[in-house]
């Protein structure tokens, strides 16, 4: 998503938040309207039907971010409420869970960094947010942890992080994932390299690599993260597989 459709669903807010002043309208609605009047912008300025409702959901989260700030909620809730809305309007859209998670972090994100949120806080809300919006498609543990994990991983591209740094916050953010659902010491460390191949595969995705490379890199890494936790062999071959 281009700094310029974040540029406009932030101006989007504005219009929205006057409607609910002068009419009192209860703050679902006034989301709604940012969505609604954002995407009539966007396909006014003959915007693909994708982009349109990205420029739907981010307005949706800076609106959503806005009016939690006026009804008194924590920096961190309103960027968590942020992402909440945004995520709602992009599943609505028929999206991927992957671009639900990618667009409910990015309005987390746009409202945690307005708020002058650290990068510590920033990154647990994104982690929160993906798992939340993994649980809320019905996805499994696994799942849950996996969108956690990519969640990590786009934080850490954003600020600029290398990819094996990438990589490494993707495996803990998975770890800690698999820690918090109660699973045992072994599983989280297969989910962890799981994530850890994930990322990898992705970076491998952004630099035009064919999907075979992609498949082989994170195989790769997934393969190095299980030998370097200890992991037995046969849970190696395992999760390389599985990458």
Do not use: C, H, W
């Amino acid at each position: 998503t281009s700094n310029a459709v974040t540029n406009v669903a932030a101006l989007i807010e504005q219009p929205a938040n006057q409607a609910a002043q002068s009419s009192s309208l209860a703050q679902d609605v006034v989301i709604k309207i940012a969505a609604v009047v954002a995407r009539q912008v966007a396909q006014y300025k003959n915007m693909p039907a994708t982009k349109q409702i990205e420029l739907a959901a981010l307005a949706a989260g800076a609106a959503a971010a806005k009016t939690s700030k006026e009804l008194g909620f924590s920096p961190a809730e309103q960027a968590t409420n942020a992402a909440s809305f945004a995520a709602q309007i992009v599943n609505n859209g028929g999206f991927s869970l992957e671009n639900q998670v990618q667009l409910a972090v990015q309005a987390a994100l746009v409202s945690g960094r307005a708020n002058l949120l650290s990068s510590e806080e920033l990154q647990k809300i994104a982690e929160d947010v993906a798992q939340q919006t993994a649980r809320d498609a019905g996805r499994d543990v696994e799942s849950q942890a996996e969108s956690a994990g990519a969640a990590a991983a786009a934080f850490a591209k954003s600020l600029g992080k290398s990819k094996e740094e990438q990589q490494k916050l993707a495996a803990a953010a998975a770890k800690r994932g698999a820690a918090e659902a109660g699973l045992d010491a072994s599983k989280q460390e297969e989910y962890a390299a799981n994530a850890a191949g994930q990322a990898a595969a992705e970076s491998a995705a952004e630099e035009g690599k064919s999907l075979d490379e992609q498949v082989a890199m994170a195989m790769n890494v997934a393969k190095q993260y299980a030998a370097d936790a200890g992991l037995s062999t046969a849970l190696q071959i395992k999760i390389e597989a599985k990458a």
